[in-house]
């Protein structure tokens, strides 16, 4: 879908239960996609967005992601090889922040698995019998709510779980705080240097013997996992 029908899609009010059940159903929708594949124009309304990160040569290719969320969509907390900063265009969205050291707390997938670097528990209702170590995940080292020009930076391989629009109060999961309406926001990925690091050994590891040859496939390959 183009971003103009995902917009009328992300203001959409619940529906009648299709099972018959006399019921409301609210229906969530996430997308992404590198700006300049869907809305080439804005790239030239936010000129100098490569001075966002200090090394521009190690910008993600692709340039600028647009995400868009409807309220109560969101992202599984999770961390990327690449370093990000995220700014919000329109809407709210809640992010907390882990180190890499709750990677056992979290319970993340494996890495040969299709959801690798994402956690298996459901923070809204943890199973702690399946996943024993959530009961030790220590509190967030960054839980903000960004709204409409708020930026964030958030450091590769640090863990990240993301709700968009109203999420639940940090005091009072019961209650409901942010705004109601879609979540919208920019991503730039930087290549990281603990990625580069890690790149350097698969390459050497890898190419024949005597080959020196500097390959930048690997780095960005792994920014589209």
Same mark, same amino acid.
């Given at each position: 879908?183009?971003? &103009?029908?995902?917009?009328? =899609? @992300?203001?959409?009010?619940?529906?009648?239960?299709? $099972?018959?059940?006399?019921?409301?159903?609210?229906?969530?929708?996430?997308?992404?996609? *590198?700006? $300049?594949?869907? $809305?080439?124009?804005? @790239?030239?309304?936010? !000129?100098?967005?490569?001075?966002?990160?200090? !090394?521009?040569? =190690?910008?993600?290719?692709?340039?600028?992601?647009?995400?868009?969320?409807?309220?109560?969509?969101?992202?599984?907390?999770?961390?990327?090889?690449?370093?990000?900063?995220?700014?919000? =265009?329109?809407?709210?969205?809640?992010?907390?922040?882990? &180190?890499?050291?709750?990677?056992?707390? @979290?319970?993340?997938?494996?890495?040969?698995?299709?959801?690798?670097?994402?956690?298996?528990?459901?923070?809204?209702? *943890?199973?702690?019998?399946?996943?024993?170590?959530?009961?030790? =995940?220590?509190?967030?080292?960054?839980?903000?709510? /960004?709204?409409?020009?708020?930026? /964030?930076?958030?450091?590769?391989?640090?863990?990240?779980?993301?709700?968009?629009?109203?999420?639940?109060?940090?005091?009072?999961?019961?209650?409901?705080?942010?705004? #109601?309406?879609? &979540?919208?926001?920019?991503?730039? +990925?930087? /290549?990281?240097? #603990?990625?580069?690091?890690?790149?350097?050994?698969?390459?050497? $590891? &890898?190419?024949?013997?005597? !080959?020196?040859? +500097?390959?930048?496939? +690997?780095?960005?390959?792994?920014?589209?996992?």
């Amino acid at each position: 879908r183009s971003p &103009s029908e995902l917009a009328k =899609l @992300l203001h959409e009010q619940p529906v009648d239960d299709a $099972a018959g059940n006399n019921q409301m159903v609210q229906r969530y929708h996430y997308w992404t996609s *590198p700006i $300049a594949d869907v $809305a080439p124009g804005i @790239l030239k309304q936010i !000129e100098g967005y490569e001075k966002i990160h200090d !090394e521009h040569r =190690l910008l993600d290719p692709r340039g600028p992601s647009l995400w868009m969320g409807s309220s109560g969509s969101g992202t599984q907390a999770h961390y990327d090889v690449a370093d990000n900063v995220i700014v919000q =265009l329109f809407g709210s969205k809640r992010i907390r922040c882990y &180190s890499p050291d709750a990677a056992s707390a @979290l319970h993340v997938f494996p890495d040969a698995h299709p959801r690798a670097r994402k956690s298996q528990v459901n923070f809204d209702n *943890p199973d702690h019998a399946l996943f024993p170590n959530f009961s030790l =995940l220590p509190p967030p080292e960054i839980d903000v709510e /960004l709204e409409t020009g708020s930026a /964030l930076f958030i450091p590769a391989f640090w863990f990240h779980h993301v709700e968009n629009g109203i999420v639940a109060q940090k005091s009072c999961p019961l209650q409901r705080q942010g705004n #109601p309406g879609p &979540s919208v926001s920019l991503n730039l +990925f930087s /290549l990281s240097k #603990p990625m580069m690091v890690a790149q350097n050994i698969f390459r050497d $590891a &890898s190419r024949p013997l005597g !080959e020196t040859q +500097f390959h930048f496939d +690997f780095a960005v390959a792994a920014l589209r996992s």
